[in-house]
């Protein structure tokens, strides 16, 4: 048979309960602290992960987008160079042929260029006769060299003769002349006037331009590194 407690007993057993409750909501409080500091470091090591994800997606963008604009810009500076060396080297190139046109322009003027420009006259009328290989063929020159064209057609028609070994006429034509911006030489009409055969020293400079152009170039400028391909 149990017997009632004491009031000392019935507060010591209330202490020794508090103290009880008070231990366990002290390591509740403890376990719960612990369990937050670690939901805090996780949640702030994601949150870290996540910023510096945005923050190198974010460089990683500029990055492309400066080393692309740095790429487009040396591009058109390399283009831009390129373009500036291609006109240079062709204004040099243009400058030699206006240069040579000045030359043959002296060299079939005046009286001193006689004789050597009736031989070119005479040479250019046999190549486009004997292209032609008709009876009569005309001759247009300049109105200045109309002399020097007859003497030159006559010495012409001997030469042919002498090859072909059959008459060829050629006839000056001094109502239709060249113009007197030509710098020379003759161009032979036949077929009744629908083969015009350019022998003037202006289409033979353009020709020579044309062809000859990549050996000017090479000798001015050196071979060009970018060509693979050679005729």
Known sequence: MSHALSDDEVARELRKMTAFIRQEAVEKAKEIEIKADEEYAIEKSKLVRQETA??????????KTAALSQQITRSKLANRTRLQ?????????????????????????GDHAHDAYRRVLRDLML??????????????TRRKDVGLAKAAAS????????QMH?????????DDP????????????GGGGKIDINNTLDERLHLLQTESLPAVRATLFGPNPNRKFYD
């Open 85 to 109: 060396i291609i006109n240079a080297k062709q204004t040099l190139v243009d400058e030699i042929m206006e240069r040579a046109r000045h030359q043959l322009s002296q060299r079939t003027d």
């Open 127 to 140: 190549e486009g006769a004997y292209a032609l290989r008709e009876p009569t063929v005309a001759v247009k």
């Open 54 to 63: 945005v923050i190198d997606r974010s460089y990683a963008s500029r990055w």
């Open 166 to 174: 059959h008459d060829v006429t050629m006839v000056v034509d001094e």
């Open 178 to 189: 060249l113009p007197e911006s030509c710098t020379g030489g003759v161009s032979i009409v």
């Open 155 to 162: 010495e012409a028609q001997r030469i042919y003769k002498e």
